[in-house]
């Protein structure tokens, strides 16, 4: 099945940006399939952040932006903030249907 | 608001099968959008255990798909999970979620999720 390359984890101090890739390949992300992004706070569900690449559902703080380049997507979170320490995955498709996640990234806010 | 809410035992013997059942509200699975399920190790990352539409079509993760059967019961409302012959490694956060579409296919809304443990 595919997989989708995370640094395991990234750290800024309140305020500050940070961004978190997600490294695909030519079969899936560099196909043209859509990156989505997740957010996992400690003990909860994965929550959607990010949708198509660079959409946020209604009530994601504009703080968090996606991209698209080639066979890699990246997350933006501008202004870090405490309550963003969280686990964020990135998740996408390939040509059967199948989906599948990245291997996931620890936001931590210094 | 569309809500799921995962149902099951929490303990489950190694070579048994492992069933749950993902009870929906605030939407009719019969009216459309696929549902999955999804499960997550202690400690470890996200993966995808499969998908189905309402009307039955199923897709299943190639590593699981021998012994990952869903299915759906659009007169309650509901879709469920059955994950045979489980061993220690089957032990996860188990997930239910809808898959939306628009933009790629993605999980819009998810269950809180359930614990499930293979142990004897």
């Known amino acids: 099945q595919s997989v989708l390359t995370q640094p395991p984890s990234v750290s800024g101090a309140p305020g500050q940006r940070v961004t978190i890739s997600c490294t695909g390949s030519?079969?899936?992300?560099?196909?043209?399939?859509?990156v989505h992004w997740y957010q996992q706070l400690p003990g909860t569900a994965p929550k959607l952040l990010i949708y198509?690449?660079?959409n946020r559902p209604s009530g994601v703080p504009d703080r968090f932006s996606g991209s698209k380049s080639g066979t890699s997507a990246s997350l933006a979170i501008t202004g870090l903030q405490a309550e963003d320490e969280a686990d964020y995955y990135c998740?996408?498709?390939?040509?059967?249907?199948?989906?599948?996640f990245g291997t996931g990234t620890k936001v931590t806010v210094l | 608001q569309v809500q799921l809410q995962e149902s099951g035992p929490g303990l489950v013997k190694p070579s048994e099968t492992l069933s749950l059942t993902c009870a929906v509200s605030?939407?009719?699975?019969?009216?459309?959008?696929?549902w999955g399920w999804i499960r997550q190790p202690p400690g470890k990352g996200l993966e995808w255990i499969g998908s189905?539409?309402?009307?039955?079509?199923?897709y299943y993760n190639p590593s699981l798909k021998s012994r990952v059967t869903i299915s759906v019961d659009t007169s309650k409302n509901q879709f469920s999970l059955k994950l045979s012959s489980v061993t220690a490694a089957d032990t996860a956060v188990y997930y239910c979620?809808?898959?939306?579409?628009?933009?790629?296919?993605?999980?819009?809304?998810w269950g809180q999720g359930t614990l499930v443990t293979v142990s004897s």
């Open positions: 979620a809808r898959l939306a579409a628009g933009g790629g296919y993605y999980f819009d809304y």
């Open positions: 605030g939407y009719s699975i019969s009216s459309g959008y696929y």
């Open positions: 189905i539409y309402h009307s039955g079509s199923t």
């Open positions: 030519s079969s899936n992300i560099g196909a043209g399939y859509d």
């Open positions: 198509g690449n660079s």
């Open positions: 998740q996408s498709y390939d040509s059967s249907l199948s989906a599948f």
